[in-house]
């Protein structure tokens, strides 16, 4: 048992019911619901058509970004989100940016699976080949435009760890995971272990996804993850009559660093990571094991880590998804997990307000958490009217309360587990 912590020291977040982290708890507070019927494409004729978007204008956090930067957002969504999550909070970056050894600062960043449509650049490229001489030269003249190691030819899944590692000038590693639904989280477990097996000072974790797009969405509603849109509340976690998630989006990352890294600095941390449980099922491409061994595995991992006792813990933030087949599986991994502190632990999930962002599903909840930790405010379930588990404290209000320890945890397709256990550092 280690008992090694990892702190926070800052993070920022673009999701459908906060632009930046300031816009939070006061929208988790008011119960702000961004569900609701998709805008950015068409979805006529589709019975799938409600989701969480991101309504928010983003031009003008992009404006200063590059040419190339700008043009390649109107088409890669989870660019856009993450230039603009970078730049909600760059003034207070800057310190960090400055203090840290660039050779001991790296990039973990979950990422979702549709990549950049390079049909859109099939002229050009066709154009080296056909016309030009020097077509190899020219070609990769092209991709090095605008003095950026970024390029949607040459890297469409590294470029979100690439564009933060620039902004933060981290050259330690850039490094991209991509595992669905724990995919960020997984890269916050990464960055942890990097700082406490020394390989970095500071690590900048996180993901950006959307799946508010035609295929995932297609995809996700033929799987029966998202429900057919009938005008009913689409997310219901916890709740008998639940018929599947929202579709969602988003873009976040923390700034994570050693405790020498806080105490040679001065610094103050948000909260710190005490430990993680990584498991995975192997149970079923889209579906976990029914009796939820292994996610009961992956809390008892964090809480052991971090060297804590189940009745420690104040609140578990569920990945509560909605879906008929997580949230009952879920619960029986707790009771697994926490034996009987399970039911005196209260429980929710704001999946029902912001919808599943997938890869940035971990690192949007995990932003959340710590501003709950921050204002001692843990959310109630927003649509819960008849829980699955009586016996769990499923909550049906909000409650006020300090958060010493949390648990978050995230289920994935193929049944890969990840849950953080997380320590409030300002109690």
């Known amino acids: ?48 058509n409600d989701g969480a978007e991101v309504r928010f204008d983003l031009k003008d956090l992009l404006k200063n970004e590059p040419n190339s930067i700008q043009e390649l957002s109107k088409i890669d969504r989870k660019l856009e989100l993450l230039a603009a999550a970078f730049h909600k909070g760059a003034d207070r970056f800057s310190e960090i940016i400055e203090l840290a050894n660039p050779a001991r600062t790296g990039v973990y960043m979950g990422v979702g699976a549709e990549s950049i449509p390079l049909e859109m650049f099939e002229g050009d490229v066709r154009n080296f080949l056909d016309k030009k001489l020097n077509a190899v030269i020219e070609l990769i003249s092209k991709m090095n435009e605008g003095g950026s190691a970024i390029g ?113 600095n001065n610094l103050e941390a948000l909260v710190s990571i005490c430990g993680y449980g990584n498991t995975l099922d192997g149970y079923k491409i889209t579906a976990p094991d029914p009796e939820g061994i292994s996610m009961a595995k992956a809390i008892k991992d964090a809480i052991a880590e971090a060297g804590i006792l189940a009745e420690e813990v104040d609140y578990y933030y569920a990945h509560g998804t909605g879906t008929r087949q997580n949230d009952g599986t879920e ?75 949390a648990v978050k945890s995230n289920f994935a397709f193929g049944g890969i587990n990840t849950v953080l256990a997380v320590k409030n550092e300002q109690l």
Do not use: W
Not at 17 to 38: H, P, Q, V, W, Y
Not at 345 to 364: E, F, L, M, N, Y
Not at 378 to 394: A, F, V
């Open 1 to 48: 048992m280690k008992q090694s912590k990892v702190y926070i020291l800052d993070h920022e977040l673009v999701s459908p019911i906060a632009l930046g982290r300031n816009d939070i708890i006061e929208n988790i507070k008011a119960g702000t619901d961004a569900c609701g019927k998709i805008e950015n494409f068409d979805v006529t004729g589709l019975p799938f």
């Open 152 to 264: 949607a030819l040459s890297n469409p899944h590294d470029l979100y760890a690439v564009y933060l590692a620039e902004k933060f000038n981290a050259k330690a590693f850039q490094n991209s995971i991509l595992t669905a639904c724990v995919s960020s989280t997984q890269a916050i477990a990464h960055g942890y272990d990097a700082i406490l097996n020394g390989d970095a000072d500071v690590v900048i974790a996180g993901g950006t996804d959307s799946i508010l797009n035609m295929i995932s969405l297609i995809s996700f509603g033929k799987l029966g993850v998202i429900p057919v849109s009938d005008g009913s509340i689409a997310c219901l976690p916890f709740d008998i009559n639940r018929k599947g998630t929202s579709s969602g989006e988003a873009a976040g990352f923390v700034i994570m660093a050693s405790k020498k890294f806080v105490e040679e």
């Open 331 to 405: 619960l029986n991994a707790m009771k697994n997990a926490f034996g009987v502190s399970a039911k005196n632990i209260p429980i929710s999930s704001t999946k029902d307000r912001h919808g599943h962002a997938i890869a940035a599903a971990g690192v949007q909840e995990l932003c959340i958490l710590i501003e709950l930790m921050q204002h001692s405010h843990i959310p109630k379930n927003l649509n819960l009217q008849t829980p699955i588990d009586e016996e769990m404290n499923l909550l049906q209000e909000d409650l006020s309360k300090p958060i010493k320890y």
